[in-house]
């Protein structure tokens, strides 16, 4: 499948779904404490997306080739989970960093984004990930626009995280969006300027850098989901799910809650 441009028409329904998705991250803010368990969490997003929000939680029961279906509404990476941490009786404590990954399907069109939280008060390395990380989702973010290179977008992230000894996880990256969940192109969060597909207006995909402490490596645990750091180093992420316009970028999954964009 090409990539798509999409429609005046659908671009609207990814507006709508991309901040039903950031309104999930801002409700959940609050409940991320000390001694919450990630399924209470995920208990609590699956009741607002479905019972307020009328959406459907695309993680649930989503199986793409090679993975059994994913038994929980969303994702939440703890510690050393890279990403794909399954929602669990385990409760939060003191000084975790969690990622919570929403994606919801509002009309038929999705919206994809995520978020770090520091649970009571984390070590200053592992907020400093944190931050970084958001910092350079925003380096990616601003390298949108038509007529710039995917591979902008990647050497963009690469290119100010290593520099300060973190490394960039390779396996996994940001994606197409739209009628579908992962749609075409990929989109690395490595790479050299001016290469790979040249961006358009109208094209929506996400950003998500994972970031590592320590070396980039990933390996998978036995639950056929959750991924972590091969060096058990701390990994963070944050994602937006973006779209192409005549000037550059939008950020399709706002709301009031987002955390404010970066100096540039
Ligand atoms: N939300 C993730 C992403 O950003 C994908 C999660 S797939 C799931 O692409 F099945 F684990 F939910
Ligand atoms: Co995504
Ligand atoms: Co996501």
Same mark, same amino acid.
């Given at each position: 499948?090409?990539?798509?441009? $999409? ?85 939060? $404590? ?120 320590? $070396?980039?490596?990933? $390996? ?45």
């Amino acid at each position: 499948m090409p990539v798509s441009i $999409k429609t005046p028409q659908e671009i609207e329904k990814m507006r709508v779904a991309g901040r039903l998705t950031s309104e999930v991250l801002d409700y959940i803010t609050p409940f991320v404490k000390p001694g919450v368990t990630t399924d209470e969490l995920n208990m609590l997003c699956h009741n607002l997306i479905v019972d307020k929000q009328h959406g459907i939680p695309a993680p649930l029961n989503y199986a793409p080739d090679g993975h059994k279906p994913y038994p929980k509404s969303i994702c939440t990476s703890i510690n050393h989970q890279v990403c794909h941490g399954v929602p669990s009786n385990k409760a939060l $404590k003191n000084g975790d960093i969690v990622n919570l990954d929403i994606t919801v399907i509002k009309d038929g069109y999705h919206g994809d984004s995520s978020r770090m939280f520091c649970v009571g008060e984390p070590s200053i390395q592992a907020r400093r990930l944190c931050e970084i990380t958001y910092q350079s989702l925003w380096r990616g973010i601003r390298a949108v626009k038509p007529g710039a290179y995917l591979g902008d977008i990647g050497h963009a992230i690469q290119s100010f995280v290593e520099p300060l000894g973190y490394s960039v996880v390779r396996e996994f990256c940001g994606h197409g969006i739209g009628r579908r969940f992962h749609e075409e192109p990929q989109i690395l969060h490595y790479g050299r300027p001016k290469t790979g597909l040249k961006l358009e207006a109208g094209m929506t995909f996400t950003i998500e850098p994972m970031i590592n402490v320590g $070396k980039a490596a990933i $390996k998978h645990l036995g639950d056929g989901w959750t991924v972590v750091t091969k060096d058990h180093s701390l990994s963070a992420q944050y994602e937006h799910t973006i779209l192409v316009t005549d000037t550059g970028f939008e950020i399709l999954t706002v709301s009031d809650g987002c955390p404010p964009p970066p100096a540039p």
